[in-house]
Nanobody, 116 residues
């Protein structure tokens, strides 16, 4: 059974940093494309903030480029999202996902709030 469990969210001041973790089970993480989406209050789930393909290629939305970094630890079957220089506009629920064709699996999400 595929499962994704996020953690690491919280309240942080503008300019601060957070690292989100997503522990995967039921599949081998490095075989599949995976990444993070986010959903801000009252808005639709956003497009791809970042994705790490199973060949190691990463992509970032312009809004997070240079501030966010995705990485993974295959031995721990865990994917991380390092977020630096956080802005109030980054406030959202962050979801990790895995694209295991023909289905995309999602975690339950973790709340990130950037506020002074």
């Amino acid at each position: 059974q595929v499962q994704l469990v996020e953690s690491g969210g919280g309240l942080v001041q503008p300019g601060g940093s957070l690292t989100l973790s997503c522990v995967a089970s039921g599949f081998t993480l490095n075989y599949y494309p995976l990444g993070w989406f986010r959903q801000a209050p009252g808005k639709e789930r956003e497009g791809v903030p970042c994705i790490k393909r199973n060949d190691g290629v990463t992509y970032y939305a312009d809004s997070v480029k240079g501030r966010f970094t995705i990485s993974r630890d295959n031995a721990k079957n865990t994917v991380y999202l390092q977020m630096n220089s956080l802005e109030p506009e980054d406030t959202a629920v962050y979801y990790c996902y895995a694209n295991i064709v023909p289905r995309v699996y999602w975690g339950q999400g973790t709340q990130v709030t950037v506020s002074s």
